[in-house]
Structure formats: C-alpha cells, structure tokens
C-alpha cells in the first residue's frame, strides 16, 4: 500500500500517463494540494484547492481547477463528497467510507470493514457499488450539532 504523501501523488501522476494524459503544471498542483489535504485526513472543495495553488503563487485558474478535479474524478484517481452544498475532493488511492455532518460539514472517514456489512447486504438486494472511488457516503449530525439543535 503507497503510504507518503510523495508516493501517492507520484503514482497518481503515473495513472495520469498510463491513461494518455500529459503532466501539466495544473494537474500537478491540483494533485499536490490533494495529497496535502489527505495528509491532513481531509478533503477540499475547489475553491481551496484553487486558494492553496494561488498561495503557492501559481498562477491557475478557477475554472482550470475544476476541469482538473473533474479529469481526476472520471479517471478514478480522486473522488468527489457532496458536503452541504458543496463538492469536495479527495484522492481515491485508499479505500474509504464517509460520514458527513449535515449540520457543520465536517467529514470523517469510516475505515471500509466498519462498513463491509452493508456493502454486502446492498449486494444481496441487487445493488452494487459502481466501482466509484469514493465509496459509501453516510449522512447525519456529529455530537456538536446535535447539541446546539436541541
């Protein structure tokens, strides 16, 4: 399993090449921010990623952004999180659930055992996971928000 930030960002890079896509300055840098984000076990939406590129001093714009995560998401090497009204973005070099708060928008990652169960019962029913990269997606109120709502 790739571990350090470098390895992952390195062999998603490689999937790049391996599908015919070109190394660019955008691609790159849009990969760099999202394997900081996974070092930091987060994901970003666009507008962050695009803010950590022009903080680096990248000249990079919003919409190449976009398309860049898009490329991304299509070839399996990241995977979008609708988050409130938001889309984030993660790698999807490691298989992994999601529990999003509905109240704040915090995520966190639900390692896949916790959630093989229902996978597999999903399976039983007929329905199968579409091999999409950003596996189960829970939805509910983290302990914060459930607080301050009562």
């Not at 394997?35 to 803010?51: F, S």
């Not at 409130?84 to 639900?110: K, Y």
């Not at 999409?132 to 459930?146: E, I, K, N, Q």
């Amino acid at each position: 399993m790739i571990t350090s930030r470098a390895d992952r960002v390195d062999a998603a890079l490689d999937r790049l090449r391996r599908a015919g896509l070109r190394t660019t300055l955008a691609r790159r840098a849009v990969l760099d921010a999202l394997g900081d984000a996974a070092v930091e076990r987060r994901h970003l939406n666009a507008g962050e990623v695009h803010q950590r590129l022009t903080g680096r001093g990248l000249a990079v714009e919003l919409s190449t952004v976009h398309r860049v995560l898009g490329q991304l998401v299509d070839l399996g090497v990241a995977h979008a999180v609708a988050v409130g009204g938001a889309v984030t973005f993660g790698l999807a070099d490691h298989p992994h659930h999601h529990a999003v708060c509905e109240g704040c928008g915090g995520m966190r990652q639900l390692p896949v055992p916790a959630v093989a169960a229902s996978v597999a019962v999903a399976r039983e029913v007929g329905v199968e996971m579409d091999g999409g990269s950003g596996g189960v997606v829970v939805y509910g109120r983290c302990p914060a928000c459930r607080t301050t709502t009562t």
